[in-house]
Structure formats: structure tokens, C-alpha cells
């Protein structure tokens, strides 16, 4: 028959113990059942008043909560309305002398063939975590935005050995990743870098490598290339470029695609830089240039043909530009025609800003049956940013400046 | 016609005494070449990237004539080119004050060519106060380090100042700079 224990008041205490009237040892545990047993049970409440609450306190020894049929599909639960008020569900273990003294919170499934044990993190309406154990899934911890281990999206897992993966997207410092980004680290570290790195300490070994990897699906997939850029200005990409025989490419874009390909190499080794400044150019008959001291730049009067002009430095006037402080190889080369025999001085030489390059000899004592003479000059050239290069021709002596140029070839690259 | 660089650029009596131990021509005449090839860059630059797509809008003869072309080229639907910027600014050593005026004036270029000037380079007038700057330390830095190595063979002592030094160089016996060096054959 249902009934109340009326009268007890404030520090009065209601014990349950188990004593054998007729001493010796207990051998059946006490139990303090709430509710009812029998036909129809009915759920049974243990309720703290408002203001006070429920304490379960105990000497040495364990409290448990074990639920068995037909009561296992009760759960222990921890509810709250009150505005402003935070639940707490605490496991303290107050001992600050033994390292042993741990607080632990256990979740335990019953085995290979039970559920997950795991955290459920909800926010009713809005979002929702958990994190534990999958059971399905090779006994992966994981972090999913599901009601279970096994649900949502695999956020971030890790094997038992320590095999960390982000299957998503992983960020350091930020919670905003770059467009199309999975991996990041992005810090404000001022007067530090920002660094990713892939460090092998092993030093006994020659195979211990430290490597950064990047690869693709395969040859119907993109390329594979590392970008560097300083944000709003200038960005350099390198790698392999799949759409271009698997050549290996510098670019000046953010991808193998964008801006121009300043450097390229093929699988076979070929390398090309299609933006060095490298000019090739002739000139065919140009009458009466030289030959009584005249100093002609050749190109002057007959525009020379430009052949290539990889970096837009040479003017078909015969002038070439550096763009850039460097050293240049620089060539030159021509046949003259009408040398008349008093020609006994010649020079062909490239003029740069800062000095001559020449080849010297007498045209006249070196001719051919059409009265031709030719001559070569070569030099690796120091020039300024904005000097310019010039092949000319100086021939003396003659009666006039009746010599021709009948052919002329000038050319030149960025050496280093 | 158009007029650029008239604010003008001035170099100091070393920064002349260097640039003439190495040029045939004066310093206005090393800028006007340089100028010349910065132009003739941006026309070459322009034509390779949007003389193509300009054709493709044409029906008949193209006039070969610059002053239409680049005008045509640079106001096309989407006309853009990679600008090239001003380098990094190098620092002359300079003691004494740079006062002798090299580009009075400044120099006269077709609108045409103003116009591609703009198109390709940031900062036209920086980019050849850039190129003037560099060639004097550069001039400077070399004529430094040809005539020191000359000295300690010598082992004789000169100046640390680099103005100081490029005086005291230029006032050795013997000294010749290029243009007195040249000799014809």
C-alpha cells in the first residue's frame, strides 16, 4: 500500500542498513529500491526539494548506478530550467598527495559487438558533436558533427597508434580557412614565421628523409604545385604540370595556369626560360656604311630583322636594353662588301654603355674574290639596368665610306 | 606631344666623375636611351599580348602606324597588362649634395607613347628616376672597386669616404676615363 515516512526534520537521518540479527557476516548486499516491484511497476523518482538538493556521500568504497532489465532502458539524467543556472555533473577527487588519486569519467560499451561509448554535445535546434569511440568504423576515436561516433561527418579520427586524420579540413590559428583549403596554419606571429615542417631526427640512416609531398589522382587529374605568394602583389607557383607532358613549371600566377611560365623543364630534362631576355637578329645588304672612319651602328639606315625577342629588349634600330643589372653574352658577326684596297683597318666591335668589345683587323688584306671580308666579335658584358648594346662597324682609310654591309647577324642572352 | 620626367634629376660632381669613368655619352643621352628602350618595350609588350584580338575586330587593312594601334590596342574591351613596378630604391653614398640638373627640361614623347608607357610601367617617371639612380651606383660601386684593388697593389692609401675616393682616383696621374681612353686604330 503506498505510504509516506512523515516527521523527519531538518539533520534527522533516515539509515537502510543490513544487520544480521544474529551477527556474522552479510552475505547479501541491502538494496533501497524507489518504486515498485511486482505486476505494473510503476517509475519510481528520488526528489530533491527546490533549495536543497540530493547528496549521496560515502567513506571508503564505491557508488554505483547499475541499470538491469526490465530497467535498462533508464537513463541517469540531469535536468534544469532555471534561467542563468548551469548544470554541472562533477567527478572530484579532492586528494592532492597521490598520483594516483585520479578523477576519472568512464564511458565503457560492452564489447567488439556492443555500441560506441562517446560524448553527445547538442545544442537543441543549432548545432551538435560527438566525440568517442566507433565501433563500426575499426574502433576509430572520432570527433563527427553527428548524434554518434558513426554518424554526421568524421570530423577529425585517430587510430590507436596515433594515426591522426583531419578528413575534412584541419586549421591552426583559424577558424577561416583559405578557399579550397583542407590543411592550414594561419597565425598573426608577429616577428616569427608561420611554419609547417617535416622533421626526421633519425641521423643514423640514409633513407630517413624529411619530405613535403604533394600529389595528384593520376594523369586525368590537376597538377600538383606549391604556391607562394605575398598577399595583394606578387604570387610565384611551381610543379608539375599535367596538362603540359608532366613538364615541371614556374609561374608567375597562383596556379600552374595563371600568369606567365618563366621557367620550364621537361620530363627528359630540357630546360627553357621563356621570358630571359635573349634577342636574335640580322640585316642584309646595307650600302655604304663605313670605310673612311665612319662608325656605324649597324641597323641604322636598313632595319634589322628581329628572328626573336623573347623579353621585348631589342629595337630592330640594332639596339638592345638590358632590362636588368646583369652580365649578357653578347655576338656579333658580318660580311662587308666593296673593300677596297686602301681599307687596311677594320673593326667590328659591340659598344655597351660602360665599354667596347672589339675585333680588329684589315679587311683588305682578307678578302674574298667579291672583295669581302668578314669578321666575328663575342663578349660577356657587365651591363646596368637601361644600358644599352650596339654591334658597329669602323673601317678606315678608304678613299670614301663606301663599304657595305652585305650581311650581319646580332644576338644575345641574360647570362647570369 | 607629350613631355615627361620635367621635374628633372640632378647628380652630384662624383656621381659625373663616375658615369663618366664608363659612358661615351652624357647622362641625358644614356637617359634618353633608356627611355627610348622603355618605350620601345611597352609598344613590343602591348602588340605581343592585343594585336592578335585587335585583327579579329578588323575587317580590311591594318594601318601600320602607331599612333592609331596603341591607342586602339590600349582602349579595348578588358585591355590589362602586368604592370612593372619600381624596384627597390638602392642607396648612393653620398657626402656631397647632388646639384647639377641632367634632364633640364625633361624629354618630349608621342602621346602614343605615353600611352604605352602608362599601360606597361607603374610609375613611368619613377621607373626612370629608378634606371638614373641605379646606373650611378652601379657606375660608382665599380669604379670603387676597379681603382681599389689598383691602390692596395700600389699600396697606396686613399680615402674610405666614397666620395672622397672617386675625387682622389680621378685626380691620380694617369688617370684617363673612357672617352679619353679610346683610341682609334
Given at each position: 500500500m503506498p505510504g509516506n515516512i512523515n516527521g523527519v526534520m531538518w539533520g534527522d537521518n533516515i539509515s537502510f542498513s543490513l544487520t544480521k540479527p544474529s551477527g556474522g557476516d552479510i552475505t547479501t548486499d541491502g538494496q533501497l529500491i524507489i518504486g515498485s516491484t511486482g505486476n505494473n511497476p510503476q517509475a519510481g523518482n528520488l526528489t530533491g526539494a527546490v533549495g536543497s538538493g540530493i547528496g549521496v556521500t560515502n567513506g571508503a568504497g564505491t557508488i554505483a548506478l547499475a541499470f538491469s532489465s526490465p530497467y535498462n532502458e533508464a537513463d541517469f539524467t540531469f535536468t534544469n530550467s532555471i534561467a542563468g543556472n548551469t548544470r554541472t555533473l562533477s567527478v572530484s577527487q579532492t586528494d592532492n598527495t597521490n598520483t594516483a588519486s585520479n578523477a576519472e569519467l568512464s564511458l565503457e560499451s560492452g564489447g567488439a559487438s556492443g555500441g560506441d561509448p562517446f560524448l553527445h554535445f547538442l545544442v537543441t535546434g543549432g548545432?551538435?558533436?560527438?566525440?568517442?569511440?566507433?565501433?563500426?568504423?575499426?574502433?576509430?576515436?572520432?570527433?563527427?558533427?553527428?548524434?554518434?561516433?558513426?554518424?554526421?561527418?568524421d570530423l577529425l579520427t585517430s587510430t590507436?597508434?596515433?594515426?591522426?586524420?583531419?578528413?575534412?579540413?584541419?586549421?591552426?590559428?583559424?577558424?577561416?580557412?583559405?578557399?579550397?583549403?583542407?590543411?592550414?596554419?594561419?597565425?598573426?606571429?608577429?616577428g616569427s614565421p608561420s611554419q609547417i615542417e617535416a622533421e626526421n631526427t633519425d641521423n643514423t640512416n640514409v633513407e630517413s628523409h624529411a619530405v613535403l609531398a604533394t600529389k595528384n589522382g593520376g594523369t586525368n587529374g590537376g597538377d600538383c604545385f606549391t604556391v607562394y605568394e605575398i598577399t595583394g602583389d606578387q604570387a610565384f607557383s611551381t610543379g608539375i604540370d599535367n596538362s603540359d607532358s608532366d613538364s615541371y613549371k614556374i609561374t608567375t600566377g597562383g596556379s600552374l595556369d595563371l600568369g606567365s611560365v618563366v621557367y620550364k623543364m621537361t620530363s627528359a630534362g630540357e630546360r627553357t626560360l621563356p621570358l630571359q631576355p635573349a634577342f636574335g637578329a640580322f640585316v642584309g645588304a646595307d650600302a655604304d656604311v663605313t670605310g673612311n672612319g665612319a662608325d656605324y651602328v649597324i641597323g641604322t639606315n636598313t632595319a634589322m630583322t628581329q628572328i626573336f625577342d623573347q623579353n621585348a629588349d631589342f629595337n630592330t634600330n640594332g639596339t638592345f636594353t638590358s632590362p636588368v643589372t646583369a652580365n649578357y653574352q653578347l655576338s656579333g658577326s658580318g660580311l662587308f662588301g666593296d673593300i677596297a684596297g686602301a681599307m687596311t683597318s677594320g673593326v667590328l666591335k659591340i659598344v655597351t654603355s660602360n665599354r667596347d668589345y672589339s675585333f680588329f683587323n684589315n679587311p683588305a688584306g682578307l678578302v674574298n674574290a667579291a672583295n669581302q671580308s668578314g669578321m666575328v666579335v663575342s663578349a660577356l658584358a657587365d651591363m646596368d639596368a637601361a644600358d644599352t648594346a650596339t654591334l658597329n662597324i669602323l673601317i678606315l682609310s678608304g678613299v670614301g665610306n663606301t663599304a657595305d654591309i652585305v650581311n650581319a647577324e646580332f644576338n644575345g642572352f641574360l647570362a647570369v | 606631344m607629350k613631355k615627361i620626367c620635367s621635374k628633372g634629376y640632378k647628380i652630384s660632381k662624383p656621381d659625373e666623375l663616375a658615369l663618366?669613368?664608363?659612358?661615351?655619352?652624357?647622362?641625358?643621352?644614356?637617359?634618353?636611351?633608356?627611355?627610348?628602350?622603355?618605350?620601345?618595350?611597352?609598344?613590343?609588350?602591348?602588340?605581343?599580348?592585343?594585336?592578335?584580338?585587335?585583327?579579329?575586330?578588323?575587317?580590311?587593312?591594318?594601318?601600320?602606324?602607331?599612333?592609331?594601334?596603341?591607342?586602339?590596342?590600349?582602349?579595348?574591351?578588358?585591355?590589362?597588362?602586368?604592370?612593372?613596378?619600381?624596384?627597390?630604391?638602392?642607396?648612393?653614398?653620398?657626402?656631397?649634395?647632388?646639384?647639377?640638373?641632367?634632364?633640364?627640361?625633361?624629354?618630349?614623347?608621342?602621346?602614343?607613347?605615353?600611352?604605352?608607357?602608362?599601360?606597361?610601367?607603374?610609375?613611368?617617371?619613377?621607373?626612370?628616376?629608378?634606371?638614373?639612380?641605379?646606373?650611378?651606383?652601379?657606375?660608382?660601386?665599380?669604379?670603387?672597386?676597379?681603382?681599389?684593388?689598383?691602390?692596395?697593389?700600389?699600396?697606396?692609401?686613399?680615402?674610405?669616404?666614397?666620395?672622397?675616393?672617386?675625387?682622389?682616383?680621378?685626380?691620380?696621374?694617369?688617370?684617363?676615363?673612357?672617352?679619353?681612353?679610346?683610341?682609334?686604330?
Open positions: 548545432g551538435e558533436f560527438s566525440t568517442g569511440i566507433d565501433n563500426t568504423d575499426s574502433d576509430l576515436w572520432k570527433l563527427t558533427s553527428g548524434a554518434t561516433p558513426s554518424a554526421g561527418t590507436s597508434a596515433g594515426a591522426l586524420n583531419a578528413p575534412v579540413t584541419l586549421s591552426v590559428g583559424s577558424s577561416t580557412l583559405p578557399p579550397n583549403t583542407q590543411l592550414a596554419n594561419v597565425q598573426a606571429n608577429v | 663618366e669613368r664608363y659612358l661615351l655619352v652624357t647622362p641625358k643621352k644614356w637617359s634618353e636611351d633608356a627611355l627610348t628602350g622603355m618605350t620601345n618595350k611597352a609598344i613590343k609588350l602591348i602588340m605581343r599580348d592585343w594585336f592578335e584580338k585587335y585583327k579579329e575586330t578588323i575587317n580590311g587593312n591594318i594601318t601600320p602606324d602607331f599612333s592609331v594601334i596603341i591607342p586602339a590596342l590600349t582602349n579595348m574591351e578588358g585591355f590589362k597588362m602586368n604592370k612593372i613596378q619600381v624596384p627597390e630604391a638602392m642607396t648612393v653614398k653620398r657626402t656631397e649634395k647632388a646639384s647639377k640638373e641632367i634632364w633640364d627640361n625633361g624629354f618630349d614623347i608621342e602621346d602614343y607613347e605615353e600611352m604605352a608607357l602608362k599601360a606597361v610601367y607603374e610609375d613611368p617617371e619613377g621607373m626612370m628616376d629608378w634606371f638614373m639612380e641605379n646606373k650611378i651606383f652601379q657606375r660608382r660601386k665599380a669604379m670603387v672597386k676597379e681603382q681599389e684593388v689598383k691602390f692596395i697593389k700600389e699600396k697606396k692609401a686613399f680615402p674610405a669616404n666614397e666620395d672622397a675616393f672617386i675625387d682622389f682616383a680621378c685626380n691620380q696621374n694617369g688617370y684617363k676615363n673612357r672617352k679619353q681612353s679610346e683610341e682609334l686604330i
